[in-house]
């Protein structure tokens, strides 16, 4: 038969490979749970990472609101300071304008004060002259009648002898007025005076002072010039 040693080395060889085997095996067993284990932390890690990429996305729309709603808030606090601006500004120019109006009605209501006091002794005065006028008055008017009756009186007095003046005036200033009338129509004064109308004689009946004065002095303005006309043509 063949050595023991000899048959006994292939066995050797054959159970240190089939331990190589084994242990090849336990080794891709556990290399199989180790990747299983890092596939399930991979699968995990990319769950949690999913999971904060929805957290980030969620956060960044958070504050891109938040930046939006800022600048928004930011535009409205410039236009309230632009508003609060105006409002000084106005608060100001009606302060300004208060304090003017303040100052004109103190203005006016010394004014007021003073036109009152003068008012007051104004009409004390004007109630002095009134008294004192209605007793002028009273006295002119008394005197006013006197006159009135007395001019009544030389008026009455004066017509009475312009009427006995006219009276005695009519018969001399009848005669003068038929003389020349004569002497016209004779054509001793000219032709002109001999084809005018002879001046109508006065009424001294008639209660017309001024018409009858006005007649007369026609008359004796005829009578004037008739004489001077045959005066001029005798001494020719």
């Not at 904060?52 to 939006?68: C, D, M, N, S």
């Not at 109508?200 to 001024?210: G, I, Q, Y």
């Amino acid at each position: 038969g063949f050595p023991k040693d000899e048959f006994m080395e292939p066995r050797r060889g054959l159970e240190t490979k089939k331990k190589e085997v084994l242990s090849l095996e336990d080794e891709n067993l556990k290399l199989r749970e180790d990747l299983n284990q890092e596939k399930q932390k991979a699968l995990e890690l990319k769950r949690a990472l999913n999971s904060r990429k929805a957290e980030l996305k969620e956060q960044v729309e958070k504050v891109t609101l938040e930046i939006a709603l800022k600048e928004q808030l930011e535009q409205e606090v410039q236009k309230l300071r632009v508003s609060q601006m105006h409002l000084d500004e106005d608060y100001h120019s009606v302060t300004t304008k208060e304090l003017g109006l303040r100052r004109e009605v103190e203005r006016l209501e010394k004014e007021l004060k003073e036109a009152r006091a003068g008012w007051k002794a104004e009409k004390a005065k004007v109630a002095a002259q009134t008294e004192e006028m209605e007793r002028l008055s009273s006295t002119v008017g008394g005197q006013l009648v006197a006159v009135e009756q007395e001019l009544r009186e030389r008026v009455q007095k004066s017509s009475q002898l312009f009427e006995l003046f006219l009276h005695h005036s009519l018969p001399p200033v009848s005669m003068m007025r038929k003389v020349c009338r004569r002497m016209a129509a004779y054509g001793e004064a000219g032709n002109e005076l001999g084809q005018r109308q002879v001046p109508p004689l006065f009424d001294p009946d008639v209660k017309d002072l001024k018409g009858n004065l006005v007649k007369m002095v026609e008359l004796l303005r005829f009578a004037a010039e008739v004489l001077e006309t045959r005066e001029c043509m005798l001494a020719k």
